[in-house]
């Protein structure tokens, strides 16, 4: 399965990955940084994950989306 993380300290909050991908990425309430949703989550942990492959093309759009490249797509 593909692995993201996101450097959640370098979020801008533009919201453009939670708008493209909704099946992984949300705000954070708290924060209002990007977040990796609950199920998709590795060990609790907000900001690493394992990508669902119904889920994989629009986790790499919004990763080239991100303006600021915290979104990294692992293999
Ligand atoms: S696209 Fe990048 S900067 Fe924008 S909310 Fe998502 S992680 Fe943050």
Not at 6 to 22: A, F, V
Not at 45 to 74: H, K, M, Q
């Amino acid at each position: 399965m593909v692995k993201v993380t996101i450097d959640r300290e370098n979020c801008t909050s533009c919201g453009s990955c939670w708008d493209l991908c909704p099946e992984f990425f949300e705000e954070n309430p708290a924060d209002h940084f990007s977040q990796i949703i609950e199920d998709c989550r590795t060990g609790g942990n907000p900001a690493e994950g394992e990508v669902p492959e119904d889920a994989e093309a629009c986790v790499r759009d919004a990763a080239e989306a991100c303006p600021v490249t915290v979104i990294t797509v692992g293999e």
